[in-house]
């Protein structure tokens, strides 16, 4: 319940953060709203020497429309990207997944960056965001970066930010008009999800014209159900199209199995989550 | 040690702090204010839960160097000028605890919960409390209490 | 004049059956507690536990040279630094006399037996200085091959102590045949077999954690003639006798006190290592200390529950009536035989029969050491296994001979006409309708129309399903007849102990051994003493949990503090009166024969002389007054021991929705009517029945300590021991009908372990009910959705659980990069 002994820096700038980063290297981690790094340290699986905290940054705090995309600063907290109506308008699948991440606490501290960052397969943010095309924009000593959702998630906690760098503000093209679902199948209401599927379709007179379909907890990182996107895109809306593309929500996905289900039922999981939340997201 | 300022229930303080101090052991050992509890290591339990510039945290999950600036309220600063909070005076109306362990985290998370949302409904009271575990009461009376102290009819 | 009629002022609301507010919640809500934690003493140092991460391993050293040499550690100390002082935990229930009992050290030298066991302690200034420096402590242990699973340990193919030559601990046996309670089973059997219905089942009661809010702490102040212990416990006063019992210090120069604790389930119910290795090094250095548990520390050290398995045969008329009930139990005691340990599943094999005229039993229990946490009491101890396995077995009789399960019930079950009625396990049931309760509880669940949607639902071929369960329970408690517990080799007695002191001032102290946790003692005995006495509920003080203060008690479990604890008060009251009487009528110059007791005050019949109880103790305290060969005092005390437990029961009924598609399971609504006897405080009694039932629902539902093929306990923080919260559980429907016990003064029954005990089945039974059809007969607990799923799409209940956990917490391997800094993170620990 006591971490190790750490130091702490609190800049307020990026570039004070990135200075700070370069001077301690590997010896440091970030905080940022710190809701699960925090049990991390308590615990002492992980015991850094320095601990460099985003949370005096002003600018990385805040939601703003950047004409095609909605852009969310990296230290906003959950709570506020929940109540938010530019995400609620124009990317209804994160206010969806928002919504049951964690509990009230959590959601007031924890900060929609840090969840990114995180990279817990299990986390609720890794599914939407891969399904919303969203694009991390990553300060480092040589300036931005911005890394596509494809790219970002590498394995388990592991992201495509380098040692050196911070994950600043993600870019979310703007899905207005979409419909959108998180179906969350948890056994207890304060669990990480055993599977969830974030599902976002735009439907035009009846027609399938594109579908965006993510899991998460289906393998080491969040993952794209492409092969449940492609059945879908372009078919006429009826509960057999999307139940036979449901059928292909596992196609590829390597899930772990656990106390709460092993990988044959979360691929069984999987496939009647990504119907339901479809129908749901095209208004069933 | 870094130096800290703020302000709890009401009162300034200051004191030089390990950073690794968690703000629930900033609350408890150095301020005395004990009725704030840990009751877990995962967060899961919600009995730190108290208000960190207004809204609810739990206090395990937040380092005292990070409250540095803030006003905090703690289960003990929750009643004014002798007067019990609502939520404190419905607790015990309605039979919303037992033991009493989680109850400083409950009632701090129900005052939240009401004012983001003064009339919950049943489901959304449950919901809002998903963050604080009781092992005495089934809810049951919690979720009546937090109906008692929003003014609505308590269900039986 | 008024429209209402006025109340003659000598009637007073009676506060028996009033639901008062609890005088215990204006601390609690306001966060003046005093819980062991919150204990700071001068000079006081903090202890931290290195434990040992392995199930079974010989220590072949322990280098505490680092750990020593830290920055404010006074000391490091292992099993070896301590001799006799340390003590041992002791069993105080030895179920047959050739128990197999393994020497419990709190600290042990030489070799582990779970994972989590206390191999060295460090002492340092502060809290954090202790975990720091517990770090550095080096271990070296040779591992040993550990006996895991129950059923293999049974078969003595690995040893949990080897040095014992055997897992198996006791074997302990009730047969009707034999005691003269009823028939052979195995002719019952044998008869079925031919021309009736005899069902086999085999059930698993999976182990789980009582998991209390309060995390264990323990304060030892060795300064002072009598050196003090305050600890978050359950039974003060037995800690004090095992203390003195165990390391030789006088039992008089013992304190222990159990100040505000949070909750305890029978989890607290408890001799600890860590209470022990507190209590040595706070009296080898001489200095206060303190030592509080993390969550993660608890789940693994604090003891478990339940974890058996059972197998069951019953034997029954093609018509469903019951002709013998056979059951064989194998119980996992864990690494040690805990202070109840195999006496909890004995506390079960008196109930296995329930509610029911059986006429032939059989029960036999073999206890089994493993390398596992130990096992002991956990809310219900021994009979929320029984009731589970009866009431699961007695819906499979129903769905064999195709009736309704309460049809099932009613056919077997005792009739009111019957009591007092001595069951084939040998015990009197003194009261109870179990006709009335269930009519009632129908009633109330709309039992008719859920059964019409169920059918329903299984015409349209609906993705969710609907089932009913019933379970129709009851259970001994009120801890308990001295004599029985004699008769059974248990280590102490089952009386209860109360005093009461009438102040100058007229205010009353009440004293009792009872030690509440939660419960609500203060205002439940603050209105019996309130009504007996006739004085303000307000001017009762209840104290407890001090043995200073409450020098005599056998502490709160089992249901015992109202029904026994309750009972003692009710008599010291009475004593109170009768020593007052001659001093009543001494100063009111009257015979005492011609006085009359009521509403607080002696009265001269016919008259309107009187004295107020207030007034006899103020007269007593200046004495200038009082007849002759009177003391000057009208303090009392009495000490109760019951001649029979007491017998709740009742009907639960609960529907449960099944999305066939997933396996998750919903509930929809659960209705409870139970028979206590006489009720004290309904607010109170409805907050033991809700947070009874959650418990309870939870075993069906949620909970299971898993441990993975090394004996690591893989459900070992509060990610993975899956405690419901308020989003996952509705809200209940609970009424009570009335048969007064006959055997106390009060007429009540006890209500604490009552909803744990018949709610599991209940649910676990609706859940089969709503997939039966779809060829189910069993799902193993907890009704997980996987379970569910695999037991609609196969064979089987469901299959074993996993022994991993899910890796939020994991700083990772090598090869990532988290241990990078943009790794920093914000998702909650319970996303």
């Known amino acids: ?284 | 040690m870094t130096r800290i300022s703020l302000n709890v229930d009401g009162a300034s303080v200051s004191d030089d702090v390990e950073p690794r101090m968690l703000l629930v052991q900033y609350l408890r050992e150095r301020l005395g204010k004990t009725g704030t509890v840990i009751g877990c290591d995962t967060s899961n339990c919600g009995a730190c839960t108290v208000h960190l510039n207004g809204t609810s945290v739990k206090s395990c999950n937040v380092l005292a160097v990070q409250a540095d600036g803030a006003e905090v309220t703690t289960i003990e600063g929750l009643a004014k000028d002798g007067k019990l909070h609502a939520v404190q005076e419905s607790f015990r109306e309605c039979h919303g605890l037992q033991c009493g362990f989680c109850t400083p985290g409950m009632i701090m998370q129900s005052v939240d919960l009401l004012k983001e949302n003064p009339k919950p409904s049943e489901e959304e009271i449950r919901l809002g409390l998903e963050g604080n575990l009781c092992r005495c009461t089934g809810y049951h009376n919690i979720v009546r209490a937090v109906q008692h102290a929003s003014g609505q009819a308590v269900n039986s | 004049m008024t429209a209402t009629q006025e109340r003659p002022a000598d009637e007073v609301e009676r506060e028996i059956g009033r639901d008062r507010r609890r005088k215990e919640d204006q601390r609690l809500i306001t966060g003046r507690t005093r819980w062991t934690d919150n204990i700071t003493l001068p000079g006081m140092l903090h202890l931290a536990m290195v434990r040992s991460p392995f199930a079974h391993a010989t220590i072949t050293s322990i280098d505490t040279t680092a750990a020593k040499a830290s920055t404010n550690v006074v000391a490091v100390l292992t099993g070896a630094d301590f001799g006799d002082e340390l003590g041992v935990c002791i069993n105080a229930w030895a179920i047959t006399t050739d128990q197999v009992t393994p020497t419990h050290s709190p600290m042990p030298s030489d070799r582990v037996s779970f994972a989590g066991e206390i191999v060295a302690v460090v002492v340092a200034r502060t809290a954090a200085e202790a975990r720091d420096a517990a770090e550095l402590v080096d271990v070296e242990y040779d591992e040993l091959p550990a006996a895991l699973d129950l059923k293999q340990a049974a078969a003595d193919e690995v040893l949990a102590h080897p040095d014992l030559g055997t897992n198996k601990s006791a074997l302990w046996v009730f047969d009707s045949g034999e005691a003269g309670t009823g028939g052979n089973v195995e002719d019952a059997i044998a008869k079925a077999r031919t021309d009736g219905i005899v069902i086999e089942r085999e059930y698993r009661q999976q182990r789980l954690i009582p998991a209390f809010m309060e995390p264990r702490s323990v304060v030892v102040d060795p300064t002072g003639e009598q050196n003090t212990m305050w600890s978050a416990t359950q039974i003060p006063h037995i800690v004090r006798f095992a203390l003195a019992a165990t390391t030789g210090v006088p039992e008089s120069k013992i304190r222990v006190v159990a100040p505000d604790v949070g909750g305890g389930f029978g989890g607290k119910l408890q001799v600890t290592p860590e209470e022990w290795i507190a209590w040595a090094v706070g009296r080898r250095l001489g200095k206060p200390v303190k030592y509080t548990e993390t969550r993660s520390e608890s789940l693994l050290s604090a003891h478990h529950g339940r974890d058996q398995w059972q197998k069951l045969t019953l034997a029954a008329e093609k018509d469903g009536s019951v002709t013998g009930f056979k059951v064989e139990l194998l119980a996992d005691l864990g690494a040690y035989v805990a202070i109840v340990g195999g006496g909890v599943p004995v506390l079960g094999a008196f109930m296995f029969n329930s509610i029911y005229k059986f006429p032939a039993y059989h029960f036999a229990c073999q206890t089994v050491l493993t390398n596992k946490t130990w096992t002991d009491a956990y809310r219900g101890a021994g009979r929320p296994e029984a009731t589970y396995a009866i009431e699961r077995i007695m819906d499979e009789l129903a769905a064999e001979v195709g009736v309704d399960p309460l049809a099932i019930r009613e056919k077997n079950w005792i009739t009111h006409e019957e009591f007092p009625f001595t069951t084939v396990a040998g015990l009197e049931y003194d009261s109870g309708n179990y006709e009335a309760a269930t009519a009632r509880a129908k009633e109330m669940f709309g039992y008719d129309e859920l059964r019409a949607e169920q059918m329903a639902r299984r015409a349209s071929g609906d993705t969710v399903q609907l089932g009913i369960g019933v379970s129709t329970f009851t259970e001994m408690c009120g801890l308990a007849p001295s004599r029985v517990l004699g008769q059974l080799n248990y280590g102490a007695g089952g009386w209860e102990h109360a005093s009461v002191r009438m102040l100058a001032t007229g205010k009353v102290e009440v004293i009792t051994g009872a030690s509440a946790h939660g419960q609500g003692h203060e205002t439940a005995f603050s209105q019996i003493v309130a009504d007996r006495l006739g004085v303000a509920f307000d001017d009762v003080e209840v104290l407890h949990g001090d043995t200073q203060v409450s020098h005599k008690g056998l502490d709160t479990y089992g249901s015992r503090s109202l029904v026994v604890g309750g009972e003692a008060l009710v008599r010291a009251v009475d004593k109170v009166i009768e020593k007052a009487r001659p001093i009543a009528a001494h100063l009111l110059e009257a015979s005492v024969d011609d006085l009359e007791y009521s509403g607080g005050r002696f009265s001269v019949k016919g008259t309107d002389q009187g004295l107020a109880i207030g007034e006899i103790a103020t007269a007593v305290f200046t004495a200038h007054n009082l007849p002759d060969d009177v003391e000057p005092s009208i303090d009392a005390e009495a000490t109760y021991d019951p001649i029979n437990f007491n017998y709740p029961h009742g009907t639960h009924l609960c529907a449960m929705e099944v999305d066939t598609e997933t396996g998750a399971v919903k509930m929809r609504k659960y209705v409870c009517c139970d028979d206590i006897g006489n009720i004290i405080n309904p607010l109170i009694v409805a907050g033991q029945v809700h947070g009874g039932l959650v418990q309870g629902i939870a075993q069906a539902l949620w909970e299971e300590a898993v441990y993975d093929d090394a004996g690591t306990l893989v459900s070992g923080s509060f990610v993975d021991y899956l405690l419901p919260t308020a989003a996952d559980t509705i809200s209940f429907d609970v009424d009570h009908t009335t048969s007064p016990s006959t055997t106390n003064t009060l007429g009540t029954k006890g209500v604490g372990e009552a909803g744990t005990i018949a709610s599991t089945p209940a649910v676990v039974n609706a859940v089969v009910d709503a997939v039966r059809h779809l060829g189910v007969n069993d799902i193993q607990m907890p009704c997980t959705p996987e379970r569910v799923w695999k037991a609609i799409n196969g064979p089987g209940s469901g299959g074993a659980t996993e022994g991993a956990a899910m890796p939020h917490f994991e700083s990772g391997g090598a090869a990532g990069n988290q241990e990078q800094p943009g790794t920093s993170s914000t998702e909650g620990a319970g996303a």
């Open chain 1, 1 to 284: 319940m006591i971490p190790a002994a750490f130091d702490y820096v609190a800049p307020t700038s990026v570039e004070a953060a990135l200075a700070a980063l370069a001077q301690y290297g590997d010896e440091a981690k970030i905080i940022a709203g710190g809701q699960s790094l925090l049990p991390v340290l308590r615990m002492r699986l992980n015991a850094p020497e320095w601990i460099i905290d985003l949370g005096k940054i002003e600018s990385l705090r805040g939601i703003r429309d950047d004409g095609d995309a909605i852009v969310i600063g990296a230290m906003t907290p959950h709570s506020v990207v929940g109540s938010d109506s530019l995400v609620a308008e124009h990317a209804a699948l994160i206010s969806k997944a928002v919504e049951h991440l964690a509990d009230a606490q959590v959601r007031h501290r924890g900060t929609f960056g840090g969840a990114l960052a995180h990279a817990d397969p299990a986390g609720d943010l890794g599914a939407p965001a891969l399904a919303l095309g969203a694009q991390f924009v990553i300060a480092g000593s040589g300036g931005t970066r911005t890394v596509a959702a494809d790219d970002f998630f590498v394995d388990l906690f592991e992201t495509a930010i380098g040692e050196d760098e911070i994950l600043t503000e993600v870019r979310i093209p703007k899905h207005t008009g979409w419909g959108a679902c998180y179906e969350k199948f948890v056994r207890v209401a304060h669990q990480w999800p055993i599977v969830a599927v974030a599902a976002t379709v735009k439907v035009d007179g009846g027609t399938i014209s594109e579908a965006r379909v993510g899991l998460t907890n289906m393998g080491s990182t969040p993952l794209r159900a492409r092969a449940v996107e492609e059945a879908l895109a372009g078919q006429s809306l009826s509960e057999d199209v999307v139940r036979a593309a449901a059928e292909k929500a596992a196609d590829g996905a390597n899930p772990p199995s656990d106390l709460n289900g092993d990988a044959d039922y979360r691929r069984h999981l999987a496939t009647v989550l990504t119907r339901r939340a479809v129908v749901a997201a095209t208004g069933g």
